[in-house]
């Protein structure tokens, strides 16, 4: 077992924490009794790190704590877990049954009006809706087709009448339905979308067209099978006029299941994962729905063919509309954080219990979360994690805040679109990720399916494509950067340009740009690297985060100001068109590093509320490690720039490995703290298994070496 000396400390946040505490209350926990051996080689003053399990597993799951711990106990329940090894349709048919269990569970109705039956809780359906991930990621998902998204079209982009008519048979289950927004040959470009609904006055209808192949409808969850309704996306077309994108309820079958006059679909088949979930492919050959059926909160259209909209921009009416589905993406930050927490779980347990190769001891192996590789491969992914929960929590309290009406202000709605687009990526990714690490980390075993990794990895692969393309996602937010950026600096000097800084009011978790005002001036280099002792602290590590966020767009904005200044000049939009194509690179590597920012600030504001010494030592180390891990991962960046000298750059690498290893130790509570039970791990490997089988192995040797029967050796015999 590798023991780590625990006397320094690292960070600001640490200072003034130099004394003897009291074990925490779960002063049996792995850490606290390494903190104990700990004291044979650290000075009696130093503060012994601990995780209080139980405090910190409680303060992750956030103001929605209950709805959490409800919606965990029911993916606890056998019934709503995935069963390996079913074929699609047996997959697809265990599915759709479980949605009734939901149902029955009352789990699906957080999010509607309460005079409906609902709870008007928006924060607590998506804290819910993001656990059930651990049941069934099919499950999930289906889930959310029928209530986050055909429920929740119909309940944000539909007016009283669509509420009274709709939900009540959409929250029951009885009309289950598709969202049908993406067609074949447009999937994140939705402006464009080939699907017409052309108004006709003379019988006060819509007549919905596919005109082309690349205009079906694609991709849709319910779709293939289950589906009795649709909400479609359509160009609404009334007098002769385009009015953009709106959205319609239209049945598309009967209930014996068969499609209704002018509807057609396909089924898209086995897909690389999310198998439970019939996704399918619709088209509409000129059907007919009564202009009722127009969900017209942003737009209207009277019995005449008059279209009105209380937003006259077309484009800003566009994305109002989009901008109320936004729940998607938040949803995706939140259960791809999920699935990392239980492959962070499999892969720590077993690491920390599988024994390999007799290294230090000629007859123990040495269990695999002692070979400094593995912790490398580990726990940076874990402190990661961390860092997308706290920031998943930001990101939730900021769509309860717009979504229950309490702050819903143009300004805040964009200001939550931003951070959706800028976390939705970097969780979806991350979760990949860990689950692909996780898997090798485990070896062959982990390749089995009875241990899951294989399975989620499978599953949440389309997490990073559905709800928004990553890369366009974060072209979003480097747009919004950008304009914030031209907004402040559109007359200034190159000088102003080069000490730019994206502000953020000191009250407020987001603004515009998401960041924080800076501490010090960052062009100040000798003093933001002077050493790895001042990069430790917090102040250090935001202003070299910061920079690089502010250098980029700053740079960026001033590679785009000759499309701006030559906008009126014939050829102006080609030219501008291909300038913004040689800097898109740049543009989504600027948004993913604000987006890594982000996480970094809502984990060193999360540190602020942690007051139990011990539990804030080991995580501002963790802390640490995912700030420091991120300039390291930049330090192309940092060196080319001359923010880092070579020297202070592989001090960075050092201390990282450095951090890595002091918190091998803690690794099992950290995992822990997640709150996870068996039920919703369910890995073999996880369940304590390969410590019974290490130990009875060891058992057998000692008492093999001890009867003094044990052949000998023949190294030793040589010898």
């Known amino acids: 077992m590798v023991t780590t000396a625990v006397t320094d400390t690292t960070s600001a946040e640490n200072a003034g924490l130099k004394k003897v505490i009291t074990p925490s209350k779960n002063a049996g926990s792995t850490s606290a009794r390494n903190a104990r051996t700990a004291k044979s080689v650290a000075p009696e003053t130093s503060t012994p790190p601990a995780i209080d399990i139980d405090w910190l597993s409680h303060y992750l799951l956030g103001t929605w704590s209950e709805a959490r711990l409800e919606s965990r106990r029911v993916a606890g329940r056998p019934e709503l877990q995935r069963i390996e090894g079913q074929t699609v349709a047996e997959h697809r048919k265990t599915v759709f049954g479980q949605l009734h269990l939901l149902v029955q569970e009352g789990a699906v109705n957080k999010a509607f009006p309460k005079h409906l039956g609902g709870e008007d809780d928006h924060g607590g359906n998506i804290a819910g809706f993001e656990e059930l991930v651990t049941a069934d990621p099919s499950l999930q998902i289906k889930s959310g087709v029928q209530w986050g998204l055909f429920g929740a079209a119909v309940l944000h982009l539909g007016t009283e009448y669509h509420h009274e008519t709709f939900l009540p048979a959409i929250m029951s289950l009885e009309v289950p339905g598709a969202f049908a927004m993406t067609e074949t040959g447009h999937g994140s470009d939705v402006a464009s979308i080939g699907t017409t609904a052309t108004y006709d006055a003379a019988t006060e209808e819509f007549v919905l067209n596919t005109p082309f192949r690349g205009a079906w409808k694609d991709y849709l969850g319910n779709a293939a099978v289950d589906g009795t309704a649709a909400v479609v996306f359509a160009q609404l077309i009334t007098a002769g006029v385009n009015h953009g994108v709106h959205a319609f309820y239209v049945p598309i079958r009967s209930v014996e299941g068969t499609f209704l006059e002018g509807v057609g679909g396909e089924d898209d088949g086995i897909k690389g994962g999310l198998n439970g979930i019939d996704n399918g492919r619709l088209h509409f050959d000129h059907v007919r729905v009564p202009r009722l059926n127009l969900l017209n909160r942003y737009g209207d259209v009277a019995a005449d063919g008059t279209y009105t909209s209380s937003i006259s921009s077309p484009g800003r009416r566009f994305f109002t509309m989009l901008g109320t589905l936004v729940q998607g993406r938040v949803s995706l930050d939140g259960a791809s954080t999920a699935a990392a927490k239980i492959a962070l779980i499999i892969a720590i347990t077993y690491g920390s219990q599988r024994r390999q190769f007799t290294a230090g001891s000629d007859t123990d192996e040495e269990v695999l979360l002692d ?314 490997i996880a369940s304590g298994a390969e410590a019974a089988r290490q130990s009875e192995a060891r058992e057998y040797y000692r008492d093999l070496r001890a009867s003094g029967t044990a052949p000998v050796d023949e190294k030793a015999q040589k010898k």
Not at 377 to 392: E, G, V
Not at 424 to 432: D, I, N, V
Not at 455 to 462: E, M, W
């Open 371 to 684: 070979y400094q590789k593995h912790q490398s491969r580990l726990l940076p992914r874990l402190a990661t994690t961390y860092a997308a929960s706290f920031a998943h929590e930001v990101l939730l309290t900021k769509f309860d805040s717009v979504f229950s009406g309490a702050h819903d202000t143009d300004v805040d709605r964009q200001d939550l679109e931003t951070l959706a687009a800028a976390l939705k990526p970097l969780s979806t990714w991350h979760g990949l990720d860990t689950l692909q690490e996780a898997r090798e980390a485990c070896g062959g075993v982990g390749f089995l399916a009875e241990n899951r990794l294989t399975s989620l990895r499978a599953d949440l692969d389309v997490y990073a494509t559905f709800e928004g393309d990553n890369h366009v996602l974060l072209q979003l937010v480097a747009k919004r950067l950008l304009t914030d950026y031209s907004r402040k600096f559109a007359k200034a000097d190159v000088g102003v340009l080069a000490r730019y800084a994206v502000e953020q009011a000191a009250d407020r978790a987001v603004n515009g740009a998401g960041l924080r005002r800076l501490a010090q001036n960052v062009s100040d280099r000798g003093s933001v690297a002077r050493s790895v002792g001042q990069l430790r602290s917090a102040r250090s590590q935001r202003a070299l985060l910061t920079d690089r966020v502010e250098t980029m767009v700053a740079e960026i904005a001033g590679n785009l100001r000759p499309a701006a200044t030559g906008s009126k000049k014939p050829g102006a939009k080609k030219k501008a068109a291909d300038l913004f194509n040689q800097n898109q690179n740049a543009m989504i590597e600027a948004a993913r590093a604000h987006g890594e920012l982000l996480q970094w600030e809502a984990f060193t504001d999360a540190l602020a509320k942690i007051d139990d010494p011990g539990t804030k030592t080991v995580m501002t180390w963790l802390r640490d490690l995912f700030g420091l891990g991120l300039i390291q991962k930049h330090a192309a960046w940092y060196l080319i720039n001359g923010r880092l000298s070579p020297s202070r750059a592989r001090a960075v690498e050092a201390y990282v490995e450095r951090l890595t290893s002091r918190l091998r130790p803690h690794a099992l509570d950290l995992v822990a703290a997640f709150g996870y039970g068996p039920e919703h791990v369910r890995a073999p």
